[in-house]
């Protein structure tokens, strides 16, 4: 059991240690790239909570993206707040709009309640387009860069500057994920999940839960919109499409719906397996991400994540036991 | 002094039928109590209207003197109600010993401390794991277990709820008959060493006559008999419901 521990302590510090000096070593477009894998980390981690633990569909989280992109440049341009006030807002916005979202999810179940949330998916993009005065229409908005603070001026660009605070933010996220859910809350989300009567039955509130977990979610959503729309320097209506909504419940797939890490590997997945596909085959993309997706679902059903720990976990109780043996 | 669970003219409707029609029986505290009937008399109905899964058409459910129909379900576990069910409802891809744990919810100290604050929990869990001799199983993927033992796995979640009223729902359905001795154990052990008053649904009659002190009998939705183990077996009625009239 302690041994666990530890080996989980030893790889966030392998990866704490990676994320720090990979920069140095990557050119700067990478670094920019692992940006957005930590965005995508991050609004993924808001689909394990949702998806992974607490059983509920939602293949609209792209609109929630687009309200933490959205929120950051309106505060910015029109109120001028800076960075560090508009993600919390951002997310706070999203956050209680996913509340919203969340009580109507009460009424709705599996296939109902994904299609309500593939309906808000194809709204986003025209409901941006309408409120001109607010969202500036198609046009979009322009999000001001994020330059680093002064003694690191010169120091380090502000690419790599966006990618240390976005990876410092995922890290504070998945830190508390990962203790909120492996407590009294994950187990009640994870319970509801399972066998909602007798969750019931032992207490918990499903209502008040299943509410909770789709606000957490979207505002998840909410601050890797943000970033993303930073490190992109503007939102647009057409970026929050349907396409967005969907890389994401399928990167979250892919990488392990419900364990963190399969979060951050459905960044990397949701960030370079398009890049991928697109040089396997340039001429027809999707048709090769539509079969890798295939694949997938084929051979490793409970994501990489799960696959990974399939595999180390019979190694290491094989270990274990040899210790508790001699 | 008043009974810990009064029921008073249940009655509840599906539709046109009538599952459950002016039912009203007593739960003394510290009995052990049987609900009997032929299938489709209406027992789990009970249960389910007590636990509030069930909104009755009319009546009165008391429990300790407090109105339960004024209650949402959830909150029952909180006032120390606990229950197992017919067909095995556990936490399918939670481990055993945290689906016993989710029979502390409603135990843990508030505040921030429910964030963490897991030791409780798990301590407690785990002695109602030992205490029905399960400990083995606690890091097993509970859906990896036999029926059997996911029945008791059941019973840990219930006690880890601390219950003042156990309703357990068929416990001995599906058990080998070792398993069902050995229930008959378990139920006394647990209304002594809890001071839990029980009630249970059950068709094994050997089971219901050896453990219970108070049997109630439905048939029909309607109560028909209601009394000590020995003279409900001897009530005219009761014999008529079970094996048909000529």
């Known amino acids: 059991m302690s041994g666990m521990r530890v080996n989980k302590y030893w790889s966030v510090a392998v990866l704490a240690l990676l994320v720090l000096v990979l920069p140095r070593f990557v050119p700067s477009y990478a670094a920019f790239e692992l940006t957005f894998v930590g965005a995508y980390a991050i609004g993924i981690l808001g689909l394990v909570i949702l998806t992974g633990t607490n059983g509920q569909i939602s293949l609209g989280h792209g609109a929630f993206f687009g309200i933490g992109g959205y929120a950051v440049a309106i505060l910015a341009q029109k109120l001028g707040v800076p960075f560090w006030a508009s993600v919390p807002l951002a997310a706070i916005v999203s956050g209680i709009l996913g509340l919203g979202l969340g009580l109507v999810a009460l009424r709705l179940e599996g296939v109902y309640l994904a299609l309500a949330t593939f309906a808000l998916a194809v709204a986003t993009p025209s409901t941006l387009k309408h409120f001109k005065s607010l969202t500036g229409g198609s046009q979009g908005l322009a999000v001001p860069s994020l330059s680093p603070p002064g003694p690191l001026h010169g120091v380090i660009t502000s690419e790599q500057w966006l990618y240390y605070v976005t990876w410092v933010i995922a890290g504070a996220l998945f830190l508390l994920t990962s203790i ?10 994870r319970a509801i999940r399972d066998n ?20 957490w979610s979207a505002a998840y959503a909410g601050i890797a919109g943000a970033i993303v729309a930073i490190a992109t320097g503007f939102v647009s209506p057409d970026t929050y499409t349907v396409a967005l909504s969907l890389a994401l419940v399928t990167g979250a797939v892919l990488g392990g719906i419900d364990t963190l890490w399969g979060a951050l590997l459905g960044g990397v997945i949701v960030e370079f397996l398009p890049l991928l596909v697109q040089k396997i085959n340039p001429a027809a993309p999707s048709v090769v991400y539509g079969i890798a997706l295939v694949l997938f679902m084929i051979f490793l059903p409970g994501g990489i994540a799960r696959s990974i720990q399939a ?3 019979p190694l290491r109780l094989r270990r274990e036991i040899h210790h508790a043996r001699s | 002094m008043p009974a810990l669970l009064e029921i008073r003219d249940l009655s509840i409707r599906f539709g046109g039928i009538a599952a459950l029609s002016d039912v009203s029986f007593d739960i ?19 249960f ?13 459910l008391a429990f300790a003197g407090d109105d339960l129909l004024r209650h949402a379900p959830h909150e029952l576990a909180g006032k120390r109600i606990a229950r197992t069910f017919q067909n095995v409802a556990l936490f ?7 689906n016993v744990m989710v029979g502390y919810h409603v135990r843990y100290a508030r505040g921030a401390a429910r964030l963490r604050s897991d030791d409780g929990g798990r301590r407690a869990a785990l002695e109602a794991l030992d205490y029905l001799g399960l400990g083995e199983h606690a890091n097993r993927p509970v859906r990896s277990l036999p029926f059997g033992t996911r029945k008791m796995v059941e019973l840990a979640r219930a006690l880890v709820a601390r219950p003042r ?26 209304a002594a060493d809890y001071s839990a008053t029980i009630v249970m649904v059950e068709h094994h009659m050997q089971l219901v006559m050896n453990v219970c002190d108070h049997v109630i009998v439905l048939a029909s939705g309607r109560k028909i008999a209601d009394g000590p183990p020995e003279a409900v077996q001897r009530d005219k009625g009761v014999i008529e419901a079970y094996l048909g009239t000529a």
């Open chain 1, 180 to 189: 909120a859910l492996g407590g009294r809350l994950g187990r009640a989300l």
């Open chain 1, 196 to 215: 909602e009567v007798a969750a019931i039955s032992f207490g918990v509130n499903p209502q008040r839960y299943k509410t909770f977990a789709f606000g």
């Open chain 1, 311 to 313: 595999v180390i976990h």
């Open chain 2, 28 to 46: 003394e505290e510290g009995h052990v109590a049987g609900l009997i009937g032929p299938n489709g008399a209406g027992k789990t109905t009970c």
């Open chain 2, 48 to 60: 389910n209207c007590i636990t509030r899964l069930y909104q009755p058409t009319s009546g009165r």
């Open chain 2, 92 to 98: 399918d891809r939670l481990s055993t010993l945290d």
């Open chain 2, 165 to 190: 009223l156990l309703l357990l729902d068929e416990p001995a359905s599906g058990l080998t008959t070792a398993e069902v001795a050995a229930l008959a154990d378990v139920v006394k052990r647990i």
